[in-house]
C-alpha cells in the first residue's frame, strides 16, 4: 500500500480532475464522479490524519532522537 502522503496526493489530483476535467475520474483503482467529492474530501481527511499520526509514531521520535512523553 502507498504511504498516507502518496494516497493524499493522488486524491488531491483526482479532485482537481473531477473539477477541472469530467465527471469521471479513476484512483487507485476505484472510479469516482463529481457527486463523490465529498467521498474524496472525507477520504483525504482521513489520511491527512493517519499521515500525521505515522510521522509522530513513536518510532519517529526514537529516529529524530525526541524522547517520548
Given at each position: 500500500m502507498a504511504a498516507y502522503t502518496e494516497l493524499i496526493e493522488q486524491i488531491d489530483t483526482a479532485i482537481q480532475d473531477v473539477l477541472l476535467n469530467g465527471q469521471h475520474v479513476a484512483v487507485d483503482g476505484r472510479n469516482y464522479t463529481k457527486a463523490d467529492l465529498g467521498t474524496l474530501s472525507r477520504m483525504r481527511t482521513e489520511y491527512a490524519r493517519l499521515a500525521k499520526?505515522?510521522?509522530?509514531?513513536?518510532?519517529?521520535?526514537?529516529v529524530t532522537g525526541v524522547p517520548s512523553r
Open positions: 499520526s505515522e510521522k509522530t509514531s513513536v518510532l519517529h521520535r526514537t
